[in-house]
């Protein structure tokens, strides 16, 4: 017979394994009297499992959603199943991707050596759709979920966008997911400044265990923080321009933080840019705004060479009689 503990375990197990047991299936799973089986019941009840009674000669128990997530007892198989969908979810674009990673970042660090080797042997053995980009080492991107669910200062080997690679050693704050791209803000401590890090370019070193306290974000979210310095960052062309339209109208349609100045009710100037000029008018057209370029030649030569292949599209072919 097991003791309590671990008979707590297995009961809390089997419940979880099928919907209905009766007190006669799980005394006997259990190797106990159907009066143990109701003491254990109540045991769970106050450890806060919710689970439900049915009375009478058929009855039985049934564990039911309560108002809190309790613990849950995963298998082998189960356990690796949920890693393998966590960091599938995790590169995403579902809206729950920081979530999936810090469940994936948990769920690892509790996972024995065996089942990790089943899990990364998994990954291996998947692939990606050719153009789809290079897939994120999922160790790297819960390594670093983990340093920041753990207020834990981070070493890294970080290759620069010339190839060259430094080490770097930063207080993790947030990462941010950007199309198919993780980036972590962090404080960086030897330049004593915020910093952005692509995640696919890092190498996390051994942990340091030593622990800091976050810091306040610069901005009014970490997301308008690092797109604003990332974007910026990488453009090769920027642009000034005047759009006929409100402020307001402007950001609801411009998805990105940027800059918008208000001219007045009906008008305003923005600073937009790209590396590729082509692109960017594209996307201005889309927006469906009236623009004038103040400053850009690249932008304002783009707009004529969109405008001239507009024109050339929407050219109808002579008329046959």
Known sequence: MLETSARLLELLSLLQ????????????????????????????????????????????YRLAAGT????????????????????????????????SLTALAKLEQVLPSRLRRRVEAVREA???????????????????AAAIRGHERLRFGYTKPGGDEEARHAEPQRLVTWGALWYLLAWDLDRDDWRVFRVDRMAPRAPTGARFRPRVIPEDSAVEYVVRRVSKGAWKYRARLLVHASAATVAAKIHIPVDVEVVDES???????????????????????????????????????????????????????
């Open 267 to 321: 008008t305003c100037r923005v600073e937009v840019g790209s590396d590729d000029p082509d692109r960017l008018a594209l996307w201005m057209a889309q927006l469906d705004l009236d623009v004038e370029v103040l400053d850009g030649a690249e932008l304002a030569v783009a707009f004529d060479r969109l405008a001239t292949r507009f024109r050339r599209a929407a050219s109808l072919p002579p008329q046959r009689t």
């Open 68 to 99: 809190a997530m309790p613990p849950l007892l995963l298998d082998d198989d189960e356990a690796v199943a949920v890693a393998v969908g966590l960091g599938a979810v995790a590169t995403q674009r579902l809206g729950v991707e920081e979530t």
């Open 17 to 60: 394994l099928k919907r209905d047991w009766t007190s006669a299936e799980l005394a006997t799973r259990l190797e106990v009297s159907t009066r143990t089986v109701r003491a254990d019941i109540g045991r769970l009840r106050s450890l806060g499992y919710p689970v439900d009674a049915r009375p009478g000669v058929a009855g039985g």
């Open 126 to 144: 998947m692939s990606v759709v050719p153009g789809a980009g290079k897939p994120l080492d999922l160790s790297v991107l819960g390594a670093v």
